[in-house]
Nanobody
Framework: QVLLVESGGGLVQTGGSLRLSCAAS????????MGWFRQAPGKEREFVAA????????YYADSVKGRFTVSRDNARNLVYLQMNSLKPEDTAVYYC??????????????????WGQGTQVTVSS
């Protein structure tokens, strides 16, 4: 069992920044790949960013590339999503996820085994 808890969401103006954190517990954190997804009202959950087990590889959705940065601290069982130059279309509930099946970059939501409860990010125009 893996427990994921996100934090750091909030209300920010267009162009602002937020850093989301995801704390993991329950298993050896460095054994699995991590990812961030988001879901806006009335839309399906979409992939945002992925990071492999070591943190040496990352991958981003085109919509956030160059603005968001995913990182992890395996010693502290944390994964981060630094979000800069935020836009109103970034407004969504953001979820972190853990894949116990793979250690490389994971994009498909179906390859993730555990999910956090989500944190709301609202970007005002």
């Amino acid at each position: 069992q893996v427990l994921l808890v996100e934090s750091g969401g909030g209300l920010v103006q267009t162009g602002g920044s937020l850093r989301l954190s995801c704390a993991a517990s329950g298993r050896t954190f460095s054994n699995y790949a991590m990812g961030w997804f988001r879901q806006a009202p009335g839309k399906e959950r979409e992939f945002v960013a992925a990071i492999n087990w070591s943190g040496g590889l990352t991958y981003y959705a085109d919509s956030v590339k160059g603005r968001f940065t995913v990182s992890r601290d395996n010693a502290r069982n944390l994964v981060y999503l630094q979000m800069n130059s935020l836009k109103p279309e970034d407004t969504a509930v953001y979820y972190c996820a853990a894949s116990l099946l793979r250690r490389d970059l994971v994009v498909a939501s179906t390859d993730y085994s555990y999910w956090g409860q989500g944190t709301q990010v609202t970007v005002s125009s």
